[in-house]
């Protein structure tokens, strides 16, 4: 069965600290990949998108991912994370093949430090 | 970005009654629109797909008789959990696709949710 898995369940970041949270799925063929974050109290909200095109997808907040598919990953990325990112990010995939579903990973609690 | 609404977005009932929770796309219209379900500290679980004029698409392990879904019009989705149980209890999650992104084959139209509705059965 088509899966999408998150690595890190918790993770704990000093402010102003890197960020990067592992995504990978597993599916042959073609994919939609999204970042969606949820902050405390809150709907989820896109992070950012890849369709095709350049691999590399910048989104809002300074949020950045790698579509790698070689891997079969796509990996979320901030260079410098503020209090306010704390929040729970989830990975998710649409898959081809006319099941056009949103399957999510499992999340990864982010929480950040002052 | 467009905007999904659901109603009500706490409820708490008896063991043994339904209750319904409503899913609108305020500014778009939504022939497809997704339910999910999430357990807390869990990731969502997709239920089912509501097409709007026709029956609903449930995934696997998904009682259909029990988690009824309308899409009567192209705002509109409802589910109805039937003879609640705390078992039921939960945060049920709706989405919708704004088909203005374009079509082809993934429909690369962005996907908008709801609040949420939580549930308590007691």
């Known amino acids: 069965a088509q899966s999408v898995s998150q690595h890190n369940h918790h993770v704990i970041l000093s402010e102003a600290a890197s960020l990067e949270l592992g995504c990978n799925y597993s599916?042959?063929?073609?994919?939609?990949l999204f970042w969606y974050v949820q902050y405390p109290g809150q709907h989820l909200q896109l992070l950012l998108k890849?369709?095709?095109?350049?691999?590399l997808v910048k989104g809002i907040k300074g949020f950045e991912a790698e579509f790698i598919k070689s891997k079969f990953s796509f990996n979320l990325r901030k260079p410098s994370v503020q209090w306010s990112d704390t929040a729970e990010y989830f990975c998710?995939?649409?898959?081809?093949?006319?099941?056009?579903?949103?399957?999510f990973g499992a999340g990864t609690r982010l929480a950040v430090h002052p | 970005g467009a905007v999904v609404s659901q109603h009500p977005s706490w409820v708490i009932c008896k063991s043994g009654t339904s209750v319904k929770i409503e899913c609108r796309s305020l500014?778009?219209?939504?022939?497809?629109m997704f339910w999910y379900r999430q357990f807390p500290k869990q990731s969502l679980m997709l239920m089912a797909t509501?097409?709007?004029?026709?029956?609903?698409?449930?995934e696997q392990g998904v009682e259909k008789d029990k988690f009824l879904i309308n899409h009567a019009s192209l705002t509109l989705s409802t589910l109805t959990v039937t003879s609640a149980h705390p078992e039921d209890s939960s945060f049920y999650i709706c989405?919708?696709?704004?088909?203005?992104?374009?079509?082809?084959?993934?429909?690369?139209?962005?996907?908008?949710f709801g609040e949420g509705s939580r549930l308590t059965v007691l």
């Open positions: 989405s919708a696709r704004d088909g203005r992104g374009g079509a082809g084959p993934l429909r690369t139209g962005e996907l908008f």
């Open positions: 599916y042959g063929g073609t994919v939609n």
């Open positions: 890849y369709f095709s095109g350049d691999p």
């Open positions: 998710a995939v649409i898959l081809s093949g006319g099941y056009n579903k949103l399957i």
């Open positions: 500014d778009f219209q939504a022939t497809t």
């Open positions: 509501s097409n709007e004029g026709s029956k609903a698409t449930y």
